[in-house]
């Protein structure tokens, strides 16, 4: 992923509340049916098939889950302007 823009501490918190509403088990990761029902909200129109691929691709440390440093980097780069 690209780099990082700076966000305000309040914006961040904003970002945070949204992980946090996604993180449905309250484990402070995203899994893979989690991300599913996310993106379900955001982009109905996304494709079942590139679900699984968009989630491989922010979860960049390969451990099968997106913690909020990658939900962070990903939301700045997909979400900045919303």
Request: glycine share 4%.
């Amino acid at each position: 992923m690209s780099e990082q823009k700076t966000l305000p501490a309040e914006k961040i918190a904003e970002i945070r509340k949204e992980f946090d509403f996604f993180d449905a088990d309250g484990n402070g990761e995203i899994a893979l049916p989690e991300f599913i029902e996310l993106l379900t909200i955001l982009s109905p129109k996304t494709k079942a098939s590139h679900v699984e691929e968009g989630f491989n691709l922010i979860d960049e440390n390969r451990d099968g889950s997106i913690d909020f440093a990658e939900f962070l980097e990903w939301w700045q780069q997909s979400w900045w302007e919303y």
